[in-house]
């Protein structure tokens, strides 16, 4: 099995996996070469007889302060790959020694390199999906609100692209930075003690929701003590009055934490939640109907 948690301790890619970091040259502000320091794609690329040419990163939780590499990572992108789906786990920059807006540059350039290489790992650049749980939820989020578009003149190959993902899925996700139903952790991890409230207001993802936000799906439990279900509400809610494609599951049991369900939420039916999701990917477009065998874990 893999480590659970990616913190303070080195972390290296499962058996077989193959990683790439995510800014060859090092990345913008970094302040050493350690592992924490070097933002990192695991790649796991759909099998040849069942690619359907869909892609997402996913980017697990933690608090911007550790990472669940394991049932919000990797795992989770073995089922999407099972499901002809490759997927791109990212570890991406984290508190104490980095706060906004490094992770949301390192999320930002991730989308840019798997569009830049949809070609050579035989995708389709239009069916980028971003795809994050907890403090990863807002991570996506904060992606799909605040994107940046191509620079076609650009040396980098890598920069030429847009870094607009073409759908988001947050999985118990923190998406605001004010009020009552924020993540207090988040807030100190993400924009420090005391912030600027004009970076509180960048950050809280729901005010920044319009007709160009990618369409998106949102699952949450209404007994999460650590995410308020109010987050994925106000999300919802910002998507239905722009005109944004939505689709919204509110489970009433599973604490904060239930990743994809199974062994960590038994006889619970917030695990059918993966299975919710690819169906709305098939109605979408992104999947094709006859494609999606792994229903369920």
């Known amino acids: 099995m893999f480590s659970a948690l990616f913190g303070a301790a080195e972390v290296s890619a499962p058996a077989g996996v193959e990683s790439i970091p995510v800014w060859p040259d090092g990345a913008p502000g970094a302040v ?20 359907t040419g869909a892609s997402v990163i996913v980017c697990p939780g933690g608090g911007y302060s550790g990472l669940a590499m394991g049932y919000e990572g990797h795992e989770v992108a073995q089922w999407l790959q099972s499901n002809g789906v490759s997927a791109y786990v990212l570890q991406y920059r984290l508190a104490p020694r980095y706060k906004y807006p490094a992770p949301q540059q390192d999320a930002q350039r991730a989308v840019r390199i798997v569009r830049s290489h949809a070609a ?13 749980f907890s403090a990863g939820g807002h991570l996506s989020a904060m992606t799909g609100v ?8 650009s040396e980098d190959a890598v920069e030429r692209v847009s870094t607009r993902p073409d759908f988001i899925v947050l999985v118990y996700a923190v998406t605001t930075m004010e ?36 369409p998106t799906f949102i699952l949450h439990t209404t007994m999460d003590q650590a995410v308020p279900v109010a987050n994925a509400i106000l999300f919802f809610e910002a998507c239905v009055k722009a005109g ?8 009433e049991q599973g604490k904060h934490g239930v990743g994809m ?12 939640w993966p299975g919710l999701l690819l169906k709305w990917l098939q109605v979408r477009g992104v999947l094709p109907a006859t494609n999606c065998m792994a229903i369920r874990r």
């Open 32 to 51: 050493g070469t350690e592992p924490l320091d070097v933002p990192t794609l695991y790649l796991y690329p759909a099998p040849a007889d069942k690619n």
């Open 120 to 132: 050579e790992w035989k995708i389709d650049p239009n069916k980028i999906g971003i795809l994050g």
């Open 146 to 153: 605040h994107y940046i578009d191509g620079k076609p003149d």
């Open 179 to 214: 009020g009552p139903a924020t993540h207090a952790g988040c807030v100190k991890n993400l924009l420090g003690e005391s912030p600027d409230p004009a970076l509180v207001k960048e950050c809280s993802t729901q005010l920044h929701v319009n007709a160009n936000t990618p």
């Open 244 to 251: 944004v494609p939505v689709e919204m599951h509110l489970f």
């Open 261 to 272: 369900g199974g062994v960590r939420a038994p006889g619970n039916s917030v695990g059918e």
